[in-house]
């Protein structure tokens, strides 16, 4: 499954992993956590393994999985279209609207830290 990963597939997973701990670590404080273990994927993107608790871990597994198998990355000349344009979304069922409450609330976040620059795409 693992191919060449590339400067913007290793941009989203941190942003994706830097967004549901900060979720996790406001939202869900009185869970128990760990660091997630994701068989090698953290390492081959060389993201941290953040600590989430277990709903957070799925989450985060999912969209990394999901994010390294995107279709649009095999494809010459095309992109990634943003999230909300894609005909082959990373999320569906019940990640769908859980990974938009992440993003609403850890990208308000990052707003008011003035990390704008990190989560424009995600909106738009
Ligand atoms: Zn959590």
Known sequence: MLKVVNSRIRRDAVMLSRMVEIYCLDQHSDREKSAVGLKGVLETLEVESPNLCGQCSRLLTHGLVKRLSCPFDSMPGKTKPRCK??????????YRNFVKQVMRYSGLRLIRAGRIDLIWKYFF
Do not use: Q, T
Request: hydrophobic share 0%; charged share 20%.
């Open 85 to 94: 344009h894609c005909s082959e979304p990373c999320y569906s069922g019940e």
